[in-house]
C-alpha cells in the first residue's frame, strides 16, 4: 500500500475482490481434480471450515472445466471464501476486504494447492487473475454517464456531435460499455480497465473494473514468484484506481 495512499476506504466502493488461478484447457480435464479438492479442503478447514457444493457439482468434471464447484467458508453465508473446481482456484472478497488480510490468505492459498496435488510438477498454472469490481450508484438514464466518467473518473469518452446529429440521437448515452488493456513488463501481463453501466443494491450504477492477467508464458515461476507477482499486480490496480477517483470521490469514500 503506497503511503500516499489510505489503507482502508470505510465507504469503498468495492463489489468484489478476486485471485484467480486457472491450470489446464477445456479439451485437458485435471484428472487428479477429485483428490485435489479433498486435499485441499484438509489445508483450508483451519480457515474456512464451512463446505458449500454448488449446482454444477452434479456435473460430471470432464464437461465442467475451470467451473467452480465448491465454496469453502469461514461460516455460512460469510466471507472471505475459496472456490475451487477442475482447473481452477479463486479466493473472494467483499466489503469488509483490507489487502493486508487479502494479500495474506492468498500466499497461503497458492501453496496449499500446490502441496495437495498429487503431481504438483504436473500442475501447470497457465493463468493469474487479480480482479477489482467497484460501482457507484449513479441514474445514467437520468443524468450524462460519459460527462460522469470524465468528472469523476478521468475518462473521457464522447462521440463528435456531428456524428450523433447525422443520425438523429441524441448526446447523452442510455448505456456505457468499454474495455482499454495495456501491457505491461514486471511482472510481466495486461492491466485491464472496463467501464460500463449497471446496477448496484437494485438502483442504476456505473461500474469499474480494474484486473491484472498474467497468461501462457507470463506466468512466472510458481510457487516461488508468486509474492512478488501479487504484489506487482496489486500495486498497478491500486495506482490506478486511486488515480482514477482522487478529489470528490475519493473524500467521499473516505468519510464514513
Known amino acids: 500500500m503506497s503511503n500516499r495512499w489510505p489503507s482502508d476506504l470505510p465507504k469503498k466502493p468495492l463489489v468484489e475482490a478476486i485471485l484467480e488461478v486457472k491450470w489446464g484447457h477445456e479439451n485437458r480435464p485435471d484428472p487428479a481434480y477429485p483428490l485435489t479438492v479433498g486435499r485441499l479442503y484438509e489445508r483450508a478447514r483451519q480457515d474456512y471450515a464451512e463446505i458449500e457444493d454448488l449446482p454444477i457439482a452434479q456435473v460430471p468434471a470432464e464437461v465442467a472445466t475451470h467451473f467452480v464447484r465448491h465454496r469453502f467458508r469461514q461460516s455460512k453465508g460469510g466471507w472471505p471464501l475459496v472456490q475451487i473446481g477442475p482447473g481452477i482456484l479463486t479466493l473472494n472478497a467483499t466489503r469488509e476486504y483490507h489487502w493486508e488480510d487479502f494479500n495474506r490468505r492468498a500466499q497461503r492459498l497458492l501453496p496449499w494447492l500446490y502441496e495437495a496435488h498429487p503431481r504438483p510438477e504436473d500442475l501447470a498454472i497457465n493463468n493469474l487473475l487479480l480482479r477489482y469490481i467497484n460501482a457507484i450508484e449513479f441514474d445514467y438514464l437520468a443524468d450524462d454517464a460519459l460527462e460522469f466518467l470524465a468528472s469523476n473518473l478521468k475518462v473521457g469518452l464522447r462521440l463528435p456531435s456531428e456524428l450523433l446529429q447525422s443520425v438523429g440521437v441524441t448526446r447523452r448515452p442510455t448505456t456505457v460499455g468499454v474495455q482499454l488493456g495495456y501491457p505491461v513488463e514486471s511482472p510481466a ?28 508464458t507470463e506466468v512466472p515461476q510458481l510457487p516461488r514468484a508468486f509474492p512478488a507477482w501479487l504484489e506487482g499486480a496489486h500495486t498497478r490496480i491500486e495506482g490506478w484506481f486511486f488515480g482514477m477517483v482522487e478529489g470528490e470521490l475519493l473524500d467521499r469514500f473516505r468519510h464514513s
Open 189 to 216: 501481463g495486461v492491466l485491464r480497465l472496463q467501464l460500463g453501466t449497471g446496477v448496484k443494491n437494485d438502483r442504476n450504477a456505473v461500474i469499474w473494473e480494474i484486473h491484472f492477467m498474467s497468461t501462457g
